[in-house]
């Protein structure tokens, strides 16, 4: 998604969410900067918009914030070259400056690089479904497994909880 310089999400910005015969999910991910971007001009496209000098002009549209976020993604991979693509997204997203729009028009918020270099704790969950109206029986043990990698700068203190809907576990 787009956002302009006064943290409002772009008329043109597309939102979510994005329903197939699969499932639904949410989107956008993350908006970036989008409207109004100072980039070389082409020719005399767009001269009507000329920014800094003629040989520039602004621009508006998705296609605009797509490379603040590419961008975002390869200073994090520079700083961070273990880093893996889910690594980088997360921190992008954790991040994010929440611009008090629903999640279907801003996903997470607005891609933060600085904040996005430090996220903090980073989990990946693989959580065992159990169907609905099955019974664990009394004693049996479950194992939910989960990884956690602490990406950022400073230790962490974690505290896990496990919620139920039955009042005996």
Known sequence: GAS???DMIAS???RGPVTWSG???NKPD????G?????????????????????????????????????????LLEAHPGWQPIDVKYALSVTAKNL??????????EIDVVKALNPGIVYNANVLTVKKDSFIKRGK?????????????????????????????
């Open 4 to 6: 302009d310089k006064s």
């Open 12 to 14: 043109f910005s597309s």
């Open 23 to 25: 499932g639904t999910i």
């Open 30 to 33: 993350v908006v970036a900067p």
């Open 35 to 75: 409207v109004s971007i100072c980039a070389a001009q082409w020719q005399n496209a767009w001269s009507a918009n000329q920014c800094i000098d003629t040989e520039h002009t602004a621009i508006s549209g998705t296609s605009m914030a797509t490379p603040h976020v590419s961008g975002a993604a390869a200073l």
């Open 100 to 109: 008090s729009y629903d999640i279907d028009t801003q996903g997470f918020g």
């Open 141 to 169: 043990i479950i194992s939910i497994t989960f990884e956690m990698v602490n990406r950022g700068y400073h230790l962490t203190n974690i505290t896990a909880t496990l919620k139920s809907q039955s009042p005996y576990v």
